[in-house]
């Protein structure tokens, strides 16, 4: 076969081409630290990239969940906190009442301090987070205790919900994220204290008052059972939060592997095919000899 100085040319700037296209691939990596910007580049690498991303953003957005899973425990927490010393401090004065020292004045002024503690646990009870009573159920945008019916002759309205707030914090995983209202806020409690408050101002005598101590007792405990049973799942959500994190961790990693470039790879590379594209222009320029038609002038 013949072979013509066009062909040589045309190899040479084939070749020379080539060469530009290696360089500018390895530039781009460097340039975004990414193996690849084109999908076309390596479908495997973007198919991959696709389901890491996928992965990352399902755990992201448990963790937000489980955010709003901790805002909602915390304040509820919190509250219960504040009603339990509420009552406890009722439960106090009970027994003061109860051991016959104190004169009719002095059991109106109590019943003065009781009645304020139950508008107290009834404004706990209408805790307002974010916009959202926490003590209703999924009835989140209704109070729980009726403040419009508070009055010296009637005990608060009640009208609570128990309908649980459950968040998905895992694949599958659902928390509750409040407490059963009924347990705590009902209207017993506010029955009994409102009876208490009325059995000081109308001179009952220490048996009927001492009878109210159990009745205390019991609500003291309910927000004690309530709590630990937070406590519980507070504690369920920690260690979710923690699997989160790993699960967080291992999936950046695998999409790091998956898609960035090994920059100390890559600047070798370069410089290899610089080196490479410089010899390859260097013979070029030797293998493109004056030809005949460079004589004919």
């Given at each position: 076969m013949r072979?013509?100085q ?5 190899n040479m ?5 080539n060469s530009y ?6 530039q ?11 999908p076309?580049?390596?479908p495997v690498?973007a ?10 953003g399902?755990v992201?957005?448990?963790?937000r969940?489980?955010g709003?899973v901790?805002?909602?425990m915390d ?5 219960l906190d504040?009603g339990?010393q ?6 106090e004065?009970n027994?003061q009442a ?12 109590i019943?003065?301090e ?8 009834a404004n706990?009870a209408?805790t307002e987070v974010n916009?959202?009573?926490i003590?209703?159920?999924e ?5 729980p ?5 508070i009055?010296?002759e009637?005990p608060f309205?009640?009208n609570t919900?128990?309908?649980p707030?459950?968040?998905e ?7 509750q ?8 806020f009902n209207?017993?409690l ?5 009876k208490?408050a ?16 159990s ?13 630990a049973d ?5 504690n369920?959500?920690?260690l979710i ?15 790091s592997d ?6 100390e790879?890559?600047?070798t ?6 080196s ?6 260097g013979v070029?320029?030797r293998i ?7 004589f004919?002038?």
């Amino acid at each position: 076969m013949r072979v013509t100085q066009g062909m040589l040319t045309n190899n040479m700037l084939t070749n020379l081409s080539n060469s530009y296209g290696k360089m500018g691939d390895l530039q781009e990596q460097l340039s975004t630290g990414k193996k690849i910007s084109r999908p076309s580049q390596d479908p495997v690498v973007a198919m991959k990239g696709m389901n890491y991303r996928s992965q990352l953003g399902e755990v992201e957005q448990f963790q937000r969940n489980i955010g709003e899973v901790h805002n909602w425990m915390d304040n509820s927490d919190a509250a219960l906190d504040e009603g339990t010393q509420a009552l406890q401090r009722i439960r106090e004065l009970n027994v003061q009442a109860s051991n016959g020292t104190y004169s009719d004045g002095e059991r109106e002024n109590i019943a003065k301090e009781v009645r304020q503690l139950g508008e107290h646990i009834a404004n706990v009870a209408n805790t307002e987070v974010n916009g959202k009573y926490i003590f209703n159920g999924e009835n989140t945008t209704e109070k729980p205790i009726d403040e419009e019916l508070i009055d010296d002759e009637e005990p608060f309205g009640v009208n609570t919900s128990d309908s649980p707030v459950e968040i998905e914090v895992s694949s599958g995983v659902k928390i509750q994220a409040n407490v059963t209202p009924s347990t705590v806020f009902n209207e017993d409690l506010f029955a009994d204290i409102h009876k208490f408050a009325n059995d000081l101002e109308s001179g009952a005598n220490e048996d009927e008052l001492s009878a109210s101590l159990s009745q205390f007792d019991d609500h003291v405990d309910s927000f004690v059972g309530q709590r630990a049973d937070l406590g519980a799942r507070m504690n369920r959500v920690e260690l979710i939060e923690n699997r989160l994190g790993s699960q967080e961790v291992s999936a950046t990693k695998m999409m790091s592997d998956n898609e960035d470039a090994n920059i100390e790879k890559v600047i070798t590379d370069l410089k290899t095919q610089e080196s490479v594209h410089r010899a390859a222009m260097g013979v070029g320029s030797r293998i493109i000899q004056p030809s005949l038609m460079d004589f004919l002038r």
